[in-house]
């Protein structure tokens, strides 16, 4: 599990460490922990790859929201979780799909609390992986690395992270693969990872820095299952 504690306080920061280490050799889970002084310091070079952000709010430079927002523009899937005095920012929190609150000084039992609410959501969605057949064999890939879909004359592309694979396979063979709760079908020729959708402008949407149409007759549904799943990484 990756961790990491963003706090302009060294005390407070030392604070939350030592919480997340007892918590590691009481359960026995392996942690690396990751330490920033400041948000800009974490948002600098940032890549999606930490399961969870222990995010202070009040900070020099850019808060803590301002940040979290900045995160959900290429990371949906880190979980974050706020530690703050300013308990009037929580209703704010949901706008950044955050996963819990913590009000300073944070006691190690209640960053217990939300190590295991991180550890259940991490089981809960342990990527799947299938295996697709394209020209040049046979290849594994997970299904959280799929981007999108899209249907391309005959064939079928399917971008992932690091690669666009070519199969002969329909669209709607490939959605019935990887099921309806995590992928949507937002046009006849296009299916979309929801995890990885990044922005909503008009009938178009940004997936893995890519652009992908959307049906007009579709939209509403999506926004509907988008919402949902968001809701349900919670």
């Known amino acids: 599990m990756r961790i990491a504690i963003v706090e302009d ?3 407070q920061r030392a604070q939350v460490r030592a919480g997340v280490e007892a918590y590691a050799a009481q359960k026995g889970v392996e942690i ?4 920033y002084p400041c948000g800009d310091a974490l948002l600098r070079g940032y890549a999606p790859g930490f ?3 222990f995010l202070d709010i009040d900070m020099p430079g850019r808060s803590g929201m301002e940040c979290a927002r900045v995160i959900r ?3 949906r899937r880190v979980m974050i979780a706020f530690c703050t005095n300013l308990v009037s920012c929580a209703l704010d929190g949901y706008a950044v799909q955050a996963l819990d609150f913590l009000v300073k000084p944070v006691s190690a039992s209640r960053i217990g609390q939300t190590l295991d609410k991180a550890r259940y959501f991490l089981r809960e969605r342990a990527p799947r992986t299938i295996s697709l057949h ?8 997970r299904d959280c690395d799929i981007l999108y879909a899209e249907t391309y004359g005959r064939k079928l592309r399917v971008h992932t992270a690091s690669q666009v694979l070519e199969l002969r396979m329909s669209i709607a063979a490939m959605e019935q693969e990887l099921g309806q709760e995590a992928f949507f079908r937002v046009h006849n020729a296009y299916l979309v990872a929801l995890g990885h959708v990044s922005r909503l402008d008009g009938l178009t949407l940004t997936v893995g820095g890519e652009e992908v149409p959307v049906s007009r007759h579709k939209k509403r549904a999506f926004v509907k299952a988008l919402t949902t799943y968001l809701g349900e990484q919670l």
Request: no cysteine.
């Open 134 to 141: 394209t020209q040049e064999g046979l290849v594994n890939v």
């Open 32 to 35: 690396a922990v990751s330490e």
């Open 73 to 75: 523009e290429s990371d």
């Open 51 to 53: 399961d969870l952000i």
């Open 9 to 11: 306080e060294a005390p």
